[in-house]
């Protein structure tokens, strides 16, 4: 790694600010897209007000580097105690996506606070129709497109934690992904490196397994944090792999934010990610990816799926604020850089960078989601990325 990517990640991770607070509240008088139509149609929503539930919906076609098609965001945040001091925020959200590819995905994603916290559940649960580009395995990774690889997945993660102290929580998760119907159509004169890699084999898989979790989180508001530090890390028992061998996995991330202001939206906010299997062979399609984290959100200025091997390190920190008082628009500054390690080592060579800016429309003031569109750039690479919620 060269000098100026030591700086880099020295800048994004030690002179990026560490305080630690629970008040993710802004005294800025808000207004949100609701606020708008009302407006326009002069409707008064004395009842709306009253409701506990906040719901989002976000149907709109997206454009991105490899693919078009429509997105429908559906979120909801509510509070499973009147106490919100004691309760933290729970969410769940529903993003179907269809494309030209003929890319068809159905996930559900949520995250659930009891009473007092007492109980935290994290889910997973998709379903896809997903022919997605390959590029190659670790440094083997070429600039064109090396394949498409295609395939259909059913995939159930739940995990569940219960409160230790204060803001540590310790649990335990049930993972299955189900792989049917892979097949490739190759776009060189040699193997492929998914050929390589599973010695040919396009069979069906199902890999099951369990993790065991450690959880802090100080975050108030999960969809949109201002304050607070998220800290995961998971170790993935897997009963399943390539010949039918057993593998682990390690899944860790961290996410720390930092306002500037009390009463304007400034804030300051940083992720490290590291995902790696060890002690077996995992599926290729189990293989540490770009943009494959378990919210999709890894890899702006990449496409889904650029860089693959059996660990990967990833590092981002941006900046949100305020374009109009009234925090209805609002734009993001971010960078980030990651690296995939040489195939069956953990060795990072090759470091990529990118970054980008994105522009902030306030969605439900209620729940403080926004709009969010942001185009990321990399060398011979870009994304464009549209949702409900920050990226992390």
């Known amino acids: 790694m060269n000098s100026l990517k030591i700086k880099f990640i020295w800048f994004v991770f030690f002179i990026s600010p560490f305080c630690y607070s629970q008040n ?6 808000s207004k949100d897209i609701l606020d708008v139509i009302r407006k326009i149609f002069k409707k008064d929503d004395s009842i709306s007000k009253q409701r506990k539930l ?4 976000l149907p709109v076609p997206v454009g ?6 429509l997105v429908v965001s559906f979120l909801t945040t509510f509070y499973l105690d009147e106490n919100h001091e004691t309760t933290n925020m729970s969410q769940v959200s529903f993003s179907p996506y269809f494309s030209f590819n003929k890319q068809f995905v159905f996930p559900i994603q949520s995250y659930i606070y009891t009473k007092e916290n007492k109980w935290n559940f994290i889910g997973d649960y998709r379903y896809l129709i997903y022919p997605q580009l390959t590029y190659g395995l670790g440094n083997h990774n070429t600039t064109d497109e090396m394949s498409n690889l295609d395939y259909q997945q059913w995939r159930f993660y739940q995990f569940v934690t219960r409160k230790v102290v204060g803001n540590y ?3 335990i998760g049930f993972l299955y992904d189900n792989y049917q119907n892979i097949s490739e159509e190759s776009y060189i004169d040699e193997e492929t490196d998914y050929v390589k890699y599973m010695n040919g084999d396009f069979s069906d898989e199902t890999s099951f397994g369990f993790a065991f979790q450690g959880l802090y989180d100080s975050r108030k ?4 944090p201002e304050e607070g530090l998220y800290v995961e890390a998971d170790l993935r028992i897997n009963t399943s792999g390539v010949d039918g061998n057993k593998w682990q996995s390690l899944y860790f991330d961290a996410r720390k934010y930092h306002s500037f202001s009390k009463t304007k939206h400034r804030v300051w906010a940083s992720r490290a990610f590291y995902w790696s299997t060890f002690g077996g062979k995992p599926h290729y399609l189990d293989l540490p990816s770009i943009g494959w984290d378990r919210d999709g959100k890894t890899g702006r200025g990449f496409t889904k799926n650029r860089y693959r091997s059996n660990a990967l390190i990833y590092l ?6 305020d374009i ?18 040489q195939l069956d080592t953990y060795k990072f060579d090759k470091w990529h960078p990118a970054v ?8 439900n003031k209620k729940n403080n989601s926004n709009l969010a569109l942001d185009y990321g750039v990399s060398k011979n690479d870009w994304s464009l990325r549209l949702g409900l919620t920050e990226n992390f």
Request: glycine letters at 12%.
């Open 24 to 29: 993710d509240s802004t005294a800025v008088e």
């Open 54 to 57: 906040a719901f989002s919906l």
């Open 64 to 69: 991105a580097n490899n693919s078009n098609g």
């Open 169 to 171: 929580r310790l649990g």
């Open 221 to 224: 508001n999960i969809i949109n």
């Open 316 to 321: 981002e920190t941006e900046y949100r604020t």
């Open 324 to 341: 109009t008082r009234n925090g209805f628009l609002g734009a993001v500054f971010f960078g980030n850089i990651s690296s995939v390690s």
């Open 356 to 363: 980008g800016t994105g522009i902030r429309i306030k969605w």
